[in-house]
């Protein structure tokens, strides 16, 4: 009797993507994803680095300045850890220690991303009375955010993203206690990207490079409020003068 054909590889099975993994594993990515997991952080780095300088330059005042080096190096660490620990995983994945330690920092720098993402919005705009108390509660969110990771690092994963929604969403309310809502659709919009890629940050092993896939929705969502940013908050001036030209 001849021996049945073996079942071809479909497209998302192999070299493409591995197979779902329990929750309290961590997926193991294919030779491909992981290239392309380090390849969408790294081509940021520079950009995130260049555009921190171009809003520290843009600087006026002690504040400016403060907030564009917390705004920066935010910004700039979520891109460069990410990329780090991706390369790490998959060229030195025998350093266990070391591979658990850079995914726990990994886990880390998102909450101080968050905390910095805002922190141009809260230092640089009249807030209501109420709204001015962010300014200090979004760090602790960070520092608790990071507490969590330490202690329970990738044994609760949908509490740990509900802990991202969070911190994402809760100081967001206080921009409609600004007298002034200028960049108010660009911070609505980048908040849509990060909250459309998390469908692929929770679908390793579904869909093939969902996390590279997570990776360019942060990017792009990263992008557009770093373009709000540069132009609401670092250059007024010149946004007023093109008005009154117009």
């Known amino acids: 009797m001849r021996e049945p054909f073996p079942p071809k590889p479909s497209f998302s099975r192999g070299r493409f993507m591995n197979h779902r993994v329990p929750s ?5 990515p294919t030779e491909y994803e992981h290239a392309a997991n380090c390849a969408t952080h790294a ?18 005042n002690h504040w400016e300045t403060i907030s564009a080096w917390i705004y920066g190096f935010g910004l ?6 990410s990329t780090i620990f991706h390369t790490i995983s998959w060229k030195k994945r025998h350093l266990r220690t070391v591979e658990h330690c850079l995914h726990m920092f990994d886990r880390m720098v998102i909450y101080f991303f968050i905390a910095a993402s805002y922190a141009p919005w809260l230092n640089l705009r009249e807030l209501g ?11 602790i969110m960070a520092s608790g955010g990071t507490v969590y990771v330490f202690f329970f690092h990738e044994r609760y994963k949908l509490v740990e993203l509900v802990c ?9 309310l206080v921009i409609l206690s600004m007298p002034n809502r200028d960049g108010l659709l660009e911070l609505v919009a ?17 869909i093939p490079f ?10 792009i969502g ?24 117009l």
């Open 190 to 206: 980048g908040g849509l990207f990060y909250c459309l890629g998390m469908v692929f940050f929770k679908s390793d092993g579904r």
């Open 129 to 139: 009375p109420w709204a001015s108390h962010m300014r200090w509660i979004i760090w």
């Open 164 to 172: 991202y929604v969070i911190m994402g969403f809760f100081p967001a």
């Open 24 to 28: 309290n594993r961590r997926y193991q």
């Open 43 to 60: 081509f940021w780095i520079l950009p995130s680095i260049l555009g921190s300088s171009i809003l520290y330059v843009l600087s006026d």
């Open 76 to 81: 700039s660490s979520l891109f460069i850890v």
């Open 222 to 245: 990263a992008g557009i409020h770093y373009y709000a940013i540069w132009r609401y908050l670092y250059q007024p001036d010149a946004l007023e003068a093109k008005t009154r030209h």
């Open 210 to 219: 969902a996390h590279a896939i997570w990776h360019l929705f942060v990017a």
